[in-house]
């Protein structure tokens, strides 16, 4: 076996090793990183610094890609996620192989190259799909570094957000992680509803996206504390084909969700957040706090506890800047606010 094969296989198994140990998950991690780098040459200058701004929100560029991979429970709990369902759909396909679509690969496929040391070419095949061009270059020398072509069914320049699936190669399972937390900035939503829609059958990974409106404390010694409101929305296989063909419907992506501030909320609680969770699959999952996907996320613009209005309304504008935004319930749709 090749020396980077090899190296790959050991990393892929600390990053995965049970019980967890997260000073290893780490080394793992920024060890995955190095040597996707090595192998395929990447650089973090130039043109692989560049986003691209999208109708629907921010394709990050190949090098935020690429750190992405440091954010070490991520990677894990994602890898992991993505492993088990394979396994699972194996059970269930009778011989056949498990058709994974990756929507948002980044230079090196980073959630689906290291499970070739867990799966053969005749249990795992690829479609892998991504905008940014210098990314679909680095992909392309990843696989062959790695000698996954067995693997690849097919490698997709194109907008996730919009792009409609060749009957032939509808997947067993749908991987995209391509969001920040509070599903700010990053095309997550209308990626996740269109695939998704498409797929009523596949396994979409991460299972669920879940972001709650919550109020949260001023930081003290003991650090803060955290009052969730309300579930503001739920990103799911479940719902995605009724939020695509029938958007008017929620009031979410409309006129907004209704959220009560209590008049006996304690005064220690002074700012509006967003909290993040994610089922990657099954008991597969980031808590809050546990990665930067679920950090949690406050309103830039909202004023202190003190001075919010008992009633308020938030929604989730699907736009070039996606985001959630809030506003006074009595106000005109002109004074949403971040």
Known sequence: MPEHLQKLKEITHLLLKEPLAYDQVRDAAYSLKALFETVTYFTETGTALEHIETLHGRAVSPTSAAICIIDFMRTRVFI??????????????????????????????????????????????????????????????????????????????????SYQMEAALKPDIIVTETMMQGLHKEPMVNIYINLAAQCPAAIMIPELVKVEAALISTPNADGYKLLPLKILMELSSVNAANMKNHASKWEVFNNGIELVIPSNTDTAYRSLALLTYIKVFSENDLQINESSLTMTFNFKNAKLIKDFPTVMRIKYVRSPNPEFQFCAAEASIEKWCS
């Open 80 to 161: 992991k996620g993505i492993a088990e369902a394979i396994s699972t759909k194996l059970n269930e396909n009778n011989g056949r192989p498990v058709t994974v679509f990756y929507a948002g690969t980044g230079p090196f496929a980073t959630l689906l190259t290291p499970l070739i040391s867990l799966f053969s070419a005749g249990e795992l095949k690829m479609v892998l799909l991504d905008l940014n061009e210098l990314s679909i270059d680095y992909l392309k020398k990843t696989i062959a570094a790695f000698h996954m072509e067995e693997y690849v069914l097919d490698i997709i320049h194109a907008d996730a957000s």
